[in-house]
């Protein structure tokens, strides 16, 4: 049976029975018992959204196959088990990208649309929902609908960010981003501190497509928040740079005591410190301009067997500095640092979900090594800041929110509810709906 974990690792599977479909027009796998189900695509959902403890998961890696292609507008048909990283390899030398690229290819269709997820154009364009034209949905009723802005409109929205709760999505139409090449004029640029990041961002906004920053979680004083920005535009230029090479495997479990403060301190240290000009300008091919962290297969290990919760958190931009500044001298006296913080902004650009995350504000994800109470500790002190700011948590990236914080993250669950399937469910969704 295979181990359908979630990448954070925690919390740890119990009695998951894995179900699995090969066809988008089969029928949908339940469980004889009446026990639930849950999509499953490549398990690249931090905490317990991807899992669905005392109940079945559905693999979706059996509906792998594209449908059609229009050369023409860039509108690909596939079916939910593809993977980004597979639209990528067969469209990319066609002239087409991504809409909308997150921190990490393995991510399904499906799952991307679950998930509503974001990446570095959020300002210019919005989530990955945006730019779904249409799906299919088989809920537990047997029936299969096609889902758009113009049909089953309630359920479009309700599925898009929906946390695979309305039921299966089948298939995927997707608008495709034209590009002239696969690299990305790409500028890094040292900042000393966050008021510099804030300064930059404003200005780099303006000028380039996609923006990310690292950010030092380990730095205080007048440094606090130092880091690099990156930012870019896809390149008009074609030749004269090699494609990277294949990603290697994280050779072992990690043992707990290596992500001591010290080492945390060192390895910040040391990054901030690879570029040594303020501003470097660069050709740069789109695979380590958007997934650095793909190069390394199974990554999540370095955190060892206990695994670790990922916290991405986005406030609203009339308080960002003071509200972002707190949230850094609470994890820097924690001694908790993370060496995986990323630091962006999301844009005014609403998405057609009705439980998607990003808000118009300033957007923090950070690791924490799972070192038990004292970890879960810190997160409610950042929730509380978060709370008393009008934010919100990401919850397909959550493991322990409380059932409070989920609905001021999500104020329209509610309506939300009523389109759940009622053969659906997932330990997150039980966990902050307080459902036994």
């Not at 993977?83 to 990319?92: E, M, N, P, Q």
């Not at 640029?189 to 008021?195: E, Q």
């Not at 962006?344 to 650009?349: A, E, H, I, Q, S």
């Not at 914080?405 to 509610?414: E, K, T």
């Amino acid at each position: 049976m295979k181990n359908l974990e979630s990448w954070g690792r925690f919390p740890k599977l119990h009695d998951q029975k894995v179900l699995g479909i090969a066809s988008p027009k089969a029928e949908l796998p339940l469980p004889p018992d009446g026990r639930t189900v849950l999509p499953y695509g490549l398990g690249r959902s931090y905490g317990d959204s991807c899992i669905n403890n005392d109940n079945a998961v559905i693999d979706t890696s059996g509906l792998s196959c594209f449908i059609s292609f229009d050369p023409e507008r860039g509108v690909v048909r596939a079916e939910s088990g593809v993977s980004l990283a597979t639209i990528l390899r067969v469209f990319v030398p066609r002239g087409w990208f991504l809409p909308v690229p997150s921190g990490t290819k393995f991510v399904t269709l499906g799952g991307a649309i679950a998930n509503d997820i974001h990446g570095k154009n959020h300002h210019k364009a919005g989530t990955f929902g945006r730019h779904v034209l249409s799906f299919g949905l088989l809920r537990s009723d047997g029936v299969h609908r096609t889902c758009s802005l113009h049909e089953n409109q309630d359920l479009f929205a309700a599925t898009v960010g929906g946390l695979g709760l309305t039921g299966l999505i089948t298939w995927v139409e997707l608008q495709l981003a034209p590009i002239k090449s696969p690299y990305i004029d790409s500028r890094t640029t040292k900042f000393r501190n966050l008021d510099e990041f804030f300064d930059i961002s404003a200005e780099s906004d303006k000028l380039f497509d996609y923006s990310v920053s690292w950010v030092d979680c380990t730095s205080e004083g007048n440094n606090l928040g130092r880091g690099l920005f990156m930012a870019g535009n896809f390149s008009q230029r074609t030749k004269n740079k090699k494609a990277p090479s294949l990603a290697l495997p994280f050779p072992c479990e990690a043992p707990s005591w290596l992500l001591n403060s010290f080492f945390m301190r060192s390895f910040n240290t040391l990054y901030y410190n690879k570029q040594v000009k303020r501003s470097v300008d660069a050709l740069t091919h789109y695979e380590p301009f958007f997934y650095p962290l793909d190069a390394i297969l199974n990554w999540n290990r370095m955190y060892g067997k206990r695994g670790f919760f990922q916290y991405q958190l986005v406030v609203p931009f009339e308080q960002d500095r003071n509200i972002i500044k707190e949230i850094f001298r609470r994890i820097t006296r924690s001694k908790r640092a993370s060496f995986l913080a990323v630091l962006k902004t999301f844009g005014d650009v609403p998405s057609p979900g009705m439980m998607s995350f990003p808000d118009k504000g300033v957007t923090l994800a950070l690791d924490f090594a799972n070192d038990g109470k004292p970890t879960l500790a810190l997160m409610d002190e950042l929730d509380t800041i978060v709370k008393e700011a009008k934010g919100r948590i990401y919850a397909a990236k959550d493991a322990r929110m409380s059932p409070e914080m989920f609905r001021l993250s999500y104020p329209r669950v509610d309506e939300f509810k009523q389109f759940v399937d009622p053969r659906f469910s997932s330990s997150l969704w039980r966990r902050v709906m307080e459902l036994s």
